[in-house]
């Protein structure tokens, strides 16, 4: 296929947060003043820094058969320029949080940066991993909030059914409204790499009978008995990537994982492996990290559906850290042989 056998206004659209790969530059290093390059230009070690004044640019996707190219809409690049995913860079803030950064190279030799996560203009990010040849997925496969394959979601009546059995107009018990009909289903097979390796939750860490196994920046619903200090409620919102410590959470990396996403009237939080966790929020910036034909029939089927997060106190990695992960866990059970 060439440029003219695209018509970038006629093919649906995928869009996402950029920003010019100058603006995340390095403030300490070998390469003291220098914009986000290249797998053979940067050096790990150094800390980088996104411009505080900088702007996400709105960067619209159309993919075809030869690749993806900037779609109408976009406010960077040329209508039909074709844009190669170059690299991928894991950055690691000072509370240890990590995030990766895809580097996307315009036909024009203009170098875009993608974070995966939110970015700060007042936090440093030390470059800690390259990864210079990235599988070429599609990048509308980044998913928000997703449960994989054989995860066992509570039904209204309290059955427990695997969330790929699960229909349109199913009726899920829900923390806050009760008994609710299932909108949507949605379904995307990525490779279990990087930003897309799934968290594993094992069981009885959070009163789980099986593993509980998520999206990383899917948010788990924890309720405290006492309010801490520095936070404003008892309830807590977690991304389960800040849960990960290597021993009851894990980060699970190797062949690829299904990943099903539900959608209510509200964004809910419902009952996974018995664990209240998050339904997919619908609203303008998630539907931008859906893969492109989940986010076209999400639009299709909820038409100016902008829902509303759902209420409660979100916990950081910095807070995590402070508190320990063990004070959010379930206490393992002593065995007879236990003191």
């Not at 009978?209 to 936070?231: C, E, K, M, N, T």
Request: charged residues 20%; aromatic residues 6%; negative net charge.
């Amino acid at each position: 296929m060439t440029p003219h056998d695209l018509d970038p206004a006629a093919v649906p659209g995928h869009a996402c947060q950029v920003f010019q790969a100058e603006q995340v530059y390095v403030i300490h290093g070998v390469n003291a003043g220098d914009g986000l390059g290249g797998p053979q230009e940067v050096c790990l070690g150094d800390i980088y820094a996104l411009e505080e004044e900088a702007k996400p640019l709105r960067l619209v996707l159309a993919h075809g058969e030869d690749g993806q190219r900037v779609a109408g809409g976009s406010q960077i690049g040329t209508l039909a320029e074709t844009v190669q995913l170059e690299a991928r860079y894991t950055l690691m803030a000072p509370d240890g949080d990590k995030i990766d950064l895809l580097l996307m190279r315009l036909a024009s030799g203009a170098g875009v940066a993608m974070p995966l996560s939110p970015m700060s203009g007042s936090a440093d990010y030390t470059l800690v991993a390259i990864d210079d040849a990235p599988e070429d997925v599609r990048l509308a496969d980044l998913l928000c909030v997703s449960f994989a394959r054989g995860t066992l979601i509570t039904l209204a009546d309290g059955r427990q059914c695997a969330i790929e059995a699960l229909r349109p107009g199913d009726k899920i018990l829900t923390r806050d409204h009760g008994p609710q009909p299932l909108r949507w289903l949605g379904k995307a097979t990525l490779r279990a790499v990087g930003a897309f390796a799934p968290v594993v939750i094992t069981a009885g860490t959070l009163g789980n009978a099986g593993d509980l196994i998520v999206s990383p920046h899917h948010r788990i619903f924890l309720y405290q008995r006492q309010r801490r200090a520095g936070l404003q409620t008892a309830e807590l919102l977690v991304q389960a990537k800040h849960l990960v410590d290597d021993e009851r959470v894990f980060q699970r990396s190797g062949g690829f994982v299904d990943y099903y996403s539900l959608v209510f009237d509200h964004h809910e939080i419902i009952y996974a492996e018995g664990v209240p966790a998050e339904s997919l929020m619908v609203n303008d910036a998630t539907l931008s990290r859906l893969p492109e034909s989940m986010a076209e029939d999400v639009k299709a089927r909820f038409p100016g559906l902008a829902q509303v997060q759902h209420f409660g106190t979100e916990a950081s990695r910095e807070f995590l850290d402070e508190v320990g992960r063990s004070a959010l866990y379930t206490p393992r059970r002593r065995g007879r042989s236990d003191p």
